[in-house]
């Protein structure tokens, strides 16, 4: 388990929010992240533009250690898994590596049309409680709690001195949770504050609820 319990915090029965941009479920064991765009760097390359690769030994690592600590019957990522096709090679070495250590559900998202030729993906996966998918919360799914990822939200924190920093957020509305992206060049988009959301703010040490 994590080393910090600022960094955790229980969202709803047996499930629990990781400061490391992760959704655990204690009972039925599955850990869920969103929006790796792994490669991004590489496909930034591929255009022209020299970028550190960082990024992509900063997903795997934090991804390594979630799994580490919470040893999961599986993981599940919730769409996005590449930024586009010049990642289909490092992004399947990804998962066969990740499933060396646990079952690996990746589910279609819309920057994954570039390698279905290459990697299996599927649109969905379900349990009795849970339906993940990575665009849109549906309507006609009214029973069921929707974890989704596609939007990465994200909160803002402000100080009197002026001060604002940005921090990626997790959505947690009646039936649709929106799980924040994982992929560190991920800049995220402001989710607005209102009654239907619960915004809980993502650091790796602390999480915060607005």
Same mark, same amino acid.
């Given at each position: 388990?994590?080393?910090?319990?600022?960094?955790?915090?229980?969202?709803?029965?047996?499930?629990?929010?990781?400061?490391?941009?992760?959704?655990?479920?204690?009972?039925?064991?599955?850990?869920?992240?969103?929006?790796?765009?792994?490669?991004?760097?590489?496909?930034? $390359?591929?255009?022209?533009?020299?970028?550190?690769?960082?990024?992509?030994?900063?997903?795997? &690592?934090?991804?390594?250690?979630?799994?580490?600590?919470?040893?999961?019957? $599986? =993981?599940?990522?919730?769409?996005?898994?590449?930024?586009?096709?010049?990642?289909?090679?490092?992004?399947?070495?990804?998962? &066969?590596? =990740?499933?060396?250590? %646990?079952?690996?559900?990746? =589910?279609?998202?819309?920057?994954?049309?570039?390698?279905?030729?290459?990697? @299996?993906?599927?649109?969905?996966?379900?349990?009795?409680?849970?339906?993940?998918?990575?665009?849109? /919360?549906?309507?006609?799914?009214p029973a069921r709690i929707q974890i989704i990822g596609h939007h990465h939200p994200a909160a803002m924190v402000r100080d009197g001195a002026g001060l604002r920093l940005k921090f990626p957020a997790f959505v947690q509305q009646d !039936? %649709?949770?929106?799980?924040?992206?994982?992929?560190?060049? @991920?800049?995220?988009?402001?989710?607005?504050?209102?009654?239907?959301? !619960?915004?809980?703010? /993502?650091?790796?040490?602390?999480?915060?609820?607005?």
């Open positions: 388990m994590p080393a910090t319990a600022a960094g955790l915090v229980a969202i709803a029965p047996n499930v629990l929010l990781d400061g490391r941009l992760a959704l655990f479920h204690e009972t039925e064991r599955w850990l869920a992240v969103a929006d790796l765009h792994f490669g991004y760097e590489l496909s930034q $390359r591929a255009a022209g533009r020299l970028m550190p690769l960082w990024g992509m030994t900063s997903i795997e &690592g934090r991804l390594v250690e979630l799994l580490e600590d919470y040893q999961p019957r $599986r =993981l599940i990522i919730v769409g996005d898994l590449v930024h586009d096709k010049a990642s289909t090679v490092a992004a399947s070495e990804l998962l &066969g590596r =990740l499933r060396e250590r %646990c079952d690996v559900i990746a =589910l279609a998202g819309n920057h994954d049309r570039h390698v279905t030729h290459a990697i @299996a993906l599927t649109p969905r996966w379900e349990t009795p409680e849970y339906v993940f998918q990575h665009g849109h /919360c549906k309507a006609d799914e !039936r %649709c949770w929106i799980l924040p992206a994982f992929s560190p060049w @991920a800049g995220g988009v402001i989710w607005p504050e209102d009654d239907e959301s !619960r915004i809980w703010l /993502c650091t790796p040490r602390r999480v915060l609820r607005l």
